[in-house]
Structures are given as C-alpha cells and as structure tokens.
C-alpha cells in the first residue's frame, strides 16, 4: 500500500470500528468480516475478493500498534491543511515550493511504501535532503503480508503437544521464476531511471526533494520481459500444506507465530509471517485452570461423612486420593504433576473437586437410618443467625 494510502483511506471506516476502538475489538471485527468476504466463500465473486483484499489491508495496519500509530499521526496532520494547497497564485502553501501531491507523485501515480515500512519520520527526513536529515533510501522489494489462520485442536493434543497438517490456500511464490518475476531465462536488470539506486532526486527551488523512483517504485530493478505465470508480480496463488507444531500445554486463544511462512514478497521480497489462532476444544471430563488440570467428582453423603479412597482418572492413566471424614461439598484435593507439562518440563497439578451428591428420594430403610443418626449427631452451629431470627420474633 502507498503513502497515499493512509490518507485517502479510511481504514477504521473499512473494518466498521471507532477511531478508539481497542485491538481486540479491531481483531474481532476484522475477522468477521474476513471469513465473511473470503474467497472460498464467495466463488466467483470479484465484489467479496476486492472486500476481503480491502479489510486485509486494514487490518495490516490497525492491527499493528505501531503502524496505526503512524498511520493517525499521519491522517492527522495532513487532514489539519498542513500541506493543503491555496487558491493563490503559484498554488504553494507558505511559498514552499510543492504541495501534498508532490509527497506521492501526483497524478504518475507513485507507490511510494516507505511510510508503512519505515515508520512516520522516514517519511519527512527524506523531504529536505539540505536539512540535515539523510536522503531518501531504496525500499527494495516489498515485504509479503502477513497470513492467518485458524485451528481447533482437541483437549488432549493442546495439554501433550502436537503437529498437524495445515492446508493454505493462499499467495505462494511462483515456481517458474522462483518469485524475482523474470522470464525464465533472463533477470530483472538495474532500472534505467534511477541506475539501481530505487531513488530520483528534483531540485525544486532551495530545496532538494528525494523520492522513490516511479519508473521501478524503488525497487532499483525491473523486469523486461515477464514471467508468463505470474506475469512479473514473483507470486501465485496456490494450495500448500505445512506440518505446524503445536507445542504441550497451548491454550485455547493462543496465537502461534511462525516466520517467513506468511505471503512472499513481490519480486523477491521477503516473505510475511503466519499467524496460528489456536482453539481448544472442550474436553467432556476435565477443565483446565493455567497449568493445572480441574475435574469435578460427585461423592456420596456417606463418603463425605466417613472418608474414602477415591479412584480418579488423569490424561495419562489414574491415581487415587484420600477423601478424610468430615468432608464438605466443595472441598479439593490435589494430585500433585497430574496437569499439563511447562516448559522447564515441571507440571500442573490436576485439582479434583469434590461434589456431594444429596438424593432427591430415599427408602423408608434409609429414613429411619438417617433420623436415626441425626439424633446422634450435634445441630448446625448456627446460634449467630437464630440471634438475629429472635430480634424479629
């Protein structure tokens, strides 16, 4: 995306959000509207790939804190008049000697992405070469964009660790001309414009003004004769398959980055990263709480009176744990290393909680047992509230 870009573009406007919406709520919407607008579910349909193609490019720069920083800096100041053009003679804000469209080139249509690159100053120091600030540099081929994607692992595979196949259907780098965009047979050559530099220097009054090179948008090189697959961009799309590692104990929400394997770069560039956004599917029996494992147990009235050995089942055989007598619903006991494994290879601990059953029916056998056993047992300690019950007696 060019400078111009971020001025002309509403991003926030694209993905539906305010201006002070949170990263979360700029993610959320964002995926919304990317699996509504997606290709794969929209065959056929140039309308939903140019929408998908637009929130994709919002998101590029909302969704990383530093480039939307730039990118309301840079919307703010221009969208202030510092560069509007006056109606006078000359048309020149202030007598300075170029006005807003001389930053992208005019009506040529420049592409200028050194601004989304190299940060809002990188922008202005190439400006006035006679300032003090350094000229403008060659931005090289440009970096691909960064993929995403989604995948739901089942309980036990997030807490063991686990590899998966991964199908993309995605940007790939062309496999005739290895993704430099070429011709097979010939290399792209050293543009004629700027000699291999990326950039072209116009004196404009006092001042000297830098600028990527139109003719191979700072590239330095160019193409002449063009890869018939891609048609000279260096990539393609096509379906890939990549074992991803999901390490133990990855929780459900957890994003897994992995470098380089994201769209390639045009022409050669370097390639964008992949984004794994993990979901963990909820197991019928366990919970999980950080590092430790949870289980509820239902107990009997009888074992939480009495005590018991409790047999219970972990992800990797059973164990079995003391119930003391007296033990009241609610209570949890602990199984020390039966939870999910750390790094440092320590683990969690599997917290068992303990529920006491009280049965809706019982037999008159069971009745007389246990209005027997009250009258053996002391009541309730509950002299602070039968106080209080008198004082409104």
Known sequence: MSSKDWIEKDYYAVLGVEKSASSDEIKKSYRKLARESHPDHNPGDPKAEERFKAVSEAYAVLGDEKKRREYDEMRSLFGSGAFRRHASAGGQPGGMPFDV???????????????????????????????????????????????????????????????????????????????????????????????????????????????????????GTIVEEKCPECHGTGGVTKTRTLNVRFPAGVADGQRIRLAGRGEPGERGGPAGDLFVHVKVRPDELFGRSGDDLTLTVQITFAEAVLGTDLRVPTLDGTVTLRVPAGTPSGRVLRARGKGVVRKDGRAGDLLVTLDVVVPAKVSDEARAALEAFAEQTPPAAREHLDARVRRFS
């Not at 404009?204 to 090179?213: D, I, K």
Request: proline content about 7%; aromatic content about 6%; some cysteine.
């Open 101 to 219: 469209s001389d930053l992208f080139g005019g009506a040529a249509g420049g592409t200028d992405t050194r601004f989304g690159g190299g940060g809002f100053t990188d922008l202005f120091s190439s400006i006035f070469s006679g300032g003090g600030a350094g000229p403008a540099r060659a931005r090289g081929p440009a970096r691909g964009r960064d993929v995403e994607a989604e995948v739901a692992l089942d309980f036990e595979d997030a807490v063991r660790g686990v590899t998966l196949p991964l199908t993309l259907r995605a940007p790939g780098v062309c496999d005739t001309c290895h993704g430099n965009g070429a011709k097979p047979g010939t290399q792209p050559v050293a543009c004629p414009v700027c000699q291999g530099a990326g950039v072209t220097t116009r004196n404009q009054g006092s001042f000297s003004f830098s600028e990527p090179c139109r003719n191979c948008q700072g590239v």
